[in-house]
């Protein structure tokens, strides 16, 4: 299954749909951004760290805020609707591709 994410401000937003497809029960996760690729990875472990998956409705979608890890690319304005996204086992992550020269 693929999934559709939304960039904004440094925020990461997650359907409900994508959330209880792959970060079901995950009260956190670890944002990255790798050559182009948004990660984003469940955290299991409370004392992991990693950004709150904050419930942002009644319809259960959620935001992860990744401020940092937008700015340090130097993407903190950037935003993106509608983003592809799969999951890829061999990162045990959620994945997308970032569009080049933003």
Avoid: H
């Amino acid at each position: 299954m693929s999934a559709v994410i939304t960039l904004r401000d440094g925020s990461v937003y997650l359907p409900a749909v994508v959330v209880a497809t792959y970060f079901r029960g995950i009260d956190a996760v670890i944002v990255l951004i790798r050559d182009s690729r948004l990660m984003i990875l469940p955290v299991r472990q409370a004392t992991a760290g990693g950004c709150l998956l904050k419930l942002r409705n009644a319809a259960g979608d959620r935001v992860a805020q990744a401020r940092d890890v937008f700015q340090d690319q130097g993407l903190l304005g950037l935003t993106l609707v509608d983003l592809p996204a799969c999951w890829v086992s061999e990162e045990g992550a959620l994945c997308a591709e970032l569009p080049p020269k933003l």
